[in-house]
């Protein structure tokens, strides 16, 4: 499909965008409800915490616990959601919190249950000079113990913005997602890793395989990082596997208008900032002006205007049977849960659910019975199951 059919909500795509069908007032458990339709049945959203700040990740322990990265706090909060009870995380590495710096995502171990294993992503340094970074820890009671680093990324910058540090497993490896730290030139040099998709075996150590390891330099340019899987990218809020076909797709912010979302492959250079479906903030174009050209990836999935997207989760579960395989995003400037169809690979439909009463979605989660748990910069996160 040419790029340009791509598009979202005011050109070519189809988009549904549908009002809340009603707002259930507080009960006197203190209980929150709204009710949102969908193309397969309404469905219901309740409030199960409050009080939060900016929850940039959340992550379910088999135990049914509840791990909330609160990205402006830098605190990592576990939450009993059955006695409604919360507590920082201790032991936790020191680390920075100030413009989009600060806690960004949770990751378990594929081998959880066996090796206690979780991985975090924050931002290490100091203001005028910081970076994201990968530790993993294991439990004990309610304090980080056995805190190991697994990657210090070359992305240091003095500017606070685009940091991402998004993680996911794949067949065992960790894929951690880097934006181009407000430095776009960056995210085609390949001597650091601002911008790119790196691979890691899970203590750290590249893999052999990965697409630069043993890679000379081109004239005049420095030699590639061997840790890195794809580049070209600008700031990328979603990481995930595709449980059904194992592909790893990622979406990204575009500069103004055209985020993007991308199956990401082996090697691939995704264009940044030498093309882009946005323009710059003052309305100039972006790079050469075009949003594609030879030897760079189309996205399968294009935001014009934008939406903002923050997380990501392609849904498997029993609680929503008919959104199986559906991509479903975050919508912070957009103030929904965004809803992708695809077959075969290809976006056929796009629906926008829980528009603006649960304010800015900035992060997703799945539990065990397929329920879906959106954390919103109002400090809260809720819970969406069928009506």
Request: net charge negative; with cysteine; hydrophobic share 40%.
């Amino acid at each position: 499909m040419p790029p340009f059919q791509r598009l979202s909500c005011g050109f070519l795509g189809l988009i549904l965008c549908f009002p809340p069908l009603t707002a259930i007032a507080e009960s006197g458990d203190g209980t929150v409800r709204h009710v949102f339709p969908s193309l397969d049945g309404s469905f219901v959203a309740e409030r199960v915490l409050e009080g939060l700040s900016q929850p940039a990740a959340l992550e379910f322990l088999p135990d049914g616990r509840l791990l909330v990265a609160q990205r402006d706090r830098g605190v990592i909060t576990v939450a009993d959601l059955s006695a409604g009870s919360t507590e920082n995380l201790a032991g936790l590495p020191p680390l920075v919190v100030y413009g989009d710096a600060g806690v960004h995502d949770i990751e378990l171990h594929p081998d959880f249950a066996q090796n206690g294993w979780i991985y975090i992503s924050y931002t290490e340094g100091e203001e005028v000079h910081s970076t994201g970074v990968v530790d993993r820890f294991r439990l004990q009671g309610n304090r980080a113990v056995d805190v190991e680093r697994v990657l210090t990324a070359d992305a240091y910058s003095e500017d606070a913005y685009h940091i991402a540090a998004r993680m996911t497993f794949v067949d065992g490896y960790l894929y951690v997602a880097f934006g181009d730290r407000q430095h776009p030139p960056k995210a085609q040099d390949n001597s650091n890793h601002a911008g790119t998709v790196v691979r890691l075996k899970d203590d750290g150590a590249v893999p052999d395989d990965n697409p630069f390891v043993g890679a000379a330099a081109e004239e005049g340019k420095p030699t590639p990082r061997p840790e890195i899987w794809s580049y070209g990218h600008r700031d990328p809020m979603g990481l995930y596997r595709h449980p059904a076909t194992n592909e790893l797709w990622l979406h990204e912010h575009g500069p103004r208008g055209g985020d993007e979302v991308q199956r990401v492959t082996r090697g691939a250079n995704y264009g940044w900032p030498i093309v882009s479906y946005g323009f710059q903030y003052d309305g100039g174009p972006v790079g050469m002006g075009i949003p594609w050209r030879e030897g760079m990836e189309i996205p399968s999935w294009v935001y014009v205007p934008s939406i903002a997207p923050s997380d990501l989760v392609i849904y498997q579960g029993d609680a929503f049977p008919a959104w199986q395989g559906n991509f479903l995003i975050g919508a912070m400037a957009g103030m929904h849960l965004n809803r992708l169809v695809l077959r075969d690979g290809e976006v056929v439909a796009e629906e926008r659910l829980a528009q603006r009463l649960l304010g800015r979605i900035r992060s997703i989660a799945l539990d065990s019975a397929g329920r879906i748990y959106l954390g919103s910069d109002n400090g809260e996160v809720w819970r969406l199951q069928p009506e």
